[in-house]
């Protein structure tokens, strides 16, 4: 009984943490901007090369519209980029500096990290762009 009501009070809850209805919450879970509770995509799996970026065309709990306008995520190449910069600099800094690799093995170091996150940038990209157009609405939770 005491092991059941330890888990139910150590049980991470992200309403709890205040972190549900702030841009945050939905980059990073990949949620609906707008109710924060539908998918945006259609596989959890990133790694899913063929499935990556395939996306539902509205959201399943509150019927938002994703894609706005024809190519709407061209501009998520943009936050891409920025994305790709700040992972190679934090790769960088750990190789270089708190390992203590050489120039050349911290290239690799670089490369192997963009190569390795890739799918995860190309998402967490269009979610950053997405919410960058979207506000979340607590009537459609």
Same mark, same amino acid.
Not at 24 to 51: L, R
């Given at each position: 009984m005491?092991?059941?009501?330890l888990?139910k009070?150590?049980k991470?809850n992200h309403?709890s943490?205040?972190?549900k209805?702030?841009? =945050?919450y939905?980059?990073?879970?990949?949620?609906?901007?707008v109710?924060h509770t539908?998918?945006m995509?259609?596989t /959890?799996?990133?790694?899913?090369?063929?499935?990556t970026?395939? =996306?539902?065309?509205r959201?399943? /709990?509150c019927?938002t519209?994703? +894609?706005?306008?024809?190519?709407? !995520?061209?501009g998520? =190449?943009?936050v891409?980029?920025?994305?790709?910069?700040a992972?190679?600099?934090?790769?960088f800094? $750990?190789?270089? !500096? &708190?390992?203590g690799?050489n120039?050349? /093995?911290?290239?690799f170091v $670089?490369?192997g990290?963009l190569?390795?996150?890739l799918?995860f940038?190309?998402? $967490?990209?269009?979610?950053?762009?997405?919410? =960058?157009f979207? +506000? &979340?609405?607590e009537?459609?939770?």
């Amino acid at each position: 009984m005491l092991k059941f009501v330890l888990q139910k009070k150590c049980k991470f809850n992200h309403k709890s943490m205040g972190l549900k209805g702030s841009k =945050m919450y939905s980059i990073f879970t990949g949620t609906c901007p707008v109710c924060h509770t539908g998918e945006m995509y259609k596989t /959890h799996n990133a790694y899913k090369f063929s499935e990556t970026l395939e =996306m539902h065309e509205r959201c399943l /709990h509150c019927n938002t519209k994703f +894609k706005i306008e024809p190519s709407f !995520f061209y501009g998520a =190449m943009y936050v891409s980029y920025a994305v790709g910069v700040a992972v190679a600099v934090a790769a960088f800094i $750990i190789a270089y !500096f &708190f390992i203590g690799l050489n120039r050349l /093995h911290t290239f690799f170091v $670089i490369t192997g990290a963009l190569v390795a996150l890739l799918p995860f940038i190309l998402r $967490i990209s269009r979610n950053i762009w997405i919410n =960058m157009f979207f +506000k &979340f609405d607590e009537g459609k939770v």
